[in-house]
């Protein structure tokens, strides 16, 4: 199976690096993307919007001779969604990793702070506490070296969608700082930020309890959930 792995904000393809291995021991074929603008710091980003990091992964999915999975961390899911929305017949599943699907008309994250046009990743006081759970000074220190700000309009511009064949698409949540039950009792009480998630016909939820990025603080044990996703057809 072909598995696109579509990262979060402030992160290249490279930073799934001890993520794969269980997926390419496994068979599967990896492919990390990086995308518009987020190549260097030194990258153009003054022109790039969400829907260019949209349409950068639909066309490597065009490019893929059958069907994919598609993962997605963060502000990554948004993006895997609106791909979902645009290639439905090609998508054998979404795995969300401490994410969800954004409804149409959403925006992944308007509110964090834009120094000229775009979006460096901020002092830590700025996240939750649940964000930074396991993140030790060692992985903090890496992470900031690692950075590439973030296009500002990837986080602020709406999301689009129009083919409810989405819905039809097989989802994998993988929980990280919030609990699956607690997502339950959201679904349950009819929570919007869980609104979207709860139109999907077929949905599971798996806790990998966490801070927000697991790829730094429990890369193998979340590339071994993803497997256990994939596997799961």
């Not at 997605?72 to 090609?90: C, E, M, Q």
């Not at 990837?154 to 064949?165: F, G, I, M, P, W």
């Not at 700082?177 to 016909?201: C, F, K, N």
């Amino acid at each position: 199976m072909d598995i696109v792995l579509i990262p979060g904000f402030w992160l290249q393809g490279d930073t799934w690096s001890e993520v794969t291995p269980p997926l390419v021991a496994a068979g599967h074929t990896v492919h990390p993307l990086t995308l518009p603008g987020m190549e260097s710091a030194a990258a153009d980003r003054s022109g790039i919007g969400l829907r260019d990091h949209v349409d950068a992964v639909i066309a490597i999915v065009d490019s893929l001779p059958g069907e994919v999975v598609l993962v997605g961390h963060s502000g990554g899911g948004a993006i895997a969604h609106a791909v979902v929305d645009a290639r439905p017949d090609r998508v054998a599943r979404v795995v969300y990793v401490d994410s969800g699907p954004l409804a149409d008309g959403g925006v992944i994250n308007d509110e964090l702070p834009v120094v000229v046009g775009e979006i460096p990743l901020p002092d830590w006081d700025v996240f939750e506490e649940e964000d930074l759970v396991d993140l030790t000074d060692e992985l903090r220190e890496r992470f900031r070296s690692l950075a590439i700000p973030e296009p500002a309009r990837v986080a602020s511009d709406k999301q689009v969608l129009t083919d409810e064949r989405r819905y039809d698409v097989p989802v994998t949540v993988i929980a990280c700082e919030i609990t699956s039950d607690m997502m339950r009792q959201w679904i349950d009480g009819g929570h919007p930020y869980v609104a979207e998630l709860a139109s999907i016909r077929h949905y599971e939820l798996v806790d990998l309890p966490t801070g927000h990025w697991p790829q730094l603080t429990r890369p193998a044990d979340l590339g071994r959930t993803i497997l256990a996703a994939v596997d799961r057809g």
